[in-house]
């Protein structure tokens, strides 16, 4: 076994041992459980391993030694990553024009100019993210599923599918999930 203060011999453990993130030359790892390497999950539907502060928090703390840590993940994280693969355009264009569809017989249905503006934000929210990757491939599929179902009539799956959308990441998709929930007609 290494003394106290050496490293030991498989690089871990030890007073002494020379941390992956800082060691001259080595490769900062995209997805590890490192604060100073990612705000990124590790896994993908888990939380992140440990909270960072957000820029707020980081104006009140008087330790300098990790701010520009901090601040460098906190820029990475600023933006909405992708999490996912971008929809392909065919699969977009459906998904635009069956919800485009379905938002104009609804709102020929109840007239409410408000209503139909509200919904129409939270739809191009929706388009928005399938466009960048900003939703995960699983919720991705689910939405062109859910708009085939709606395309075929078929309204019990498509809310099925809606409220396993809901189950699987409302913190993020809850905006435009409250408008597709609005569209589809209960079956």
Known sequence: PPGYGQQSPAGFGGVGAASPVSA????????????????APVVEDM?????LPTSTQQR????????????????????????GDP?????????K?????????T???????????????????LFNKLAAGQLKNTASQKVVQMVKSVES???????????ELSALDWDTNKFWLMGVRRLIPRG
Request: net charge negative.
């Open 97 to 105: 024009s069956v919800l485009g569809r379905l938002l104009d017989m």
């Open 153 to 163: 009539q078929d309204y019990a799956t498509a809310n099925k599918l809606q409220m």
């Open 47 to 51: 939380p992140v391993s440990w909270p």
């Open 24 to 39: 001259p030359g080595a490769m900062v790892p995209t997805r590890s459980t490192a604060p100073t390497a990612s705000a």
């Open 60 to 83: 009140l703390s008087t330790t300098q030694a990790t701010a520009a840590a901090n601040q460098a993940i906190q820029a990475v994280s600023a933006g909405s990553p992708a999490v």
């Open 107 to 125: 709102s020929a249905q109840d007239n409410n100019p408000k209503k139909r503006e509200d919904i129409s934000n939270r739809l191009t929210d």
């Open 87 to 95: 929809l392909p355009a065919h699969e977009l264009d459906l998904v």
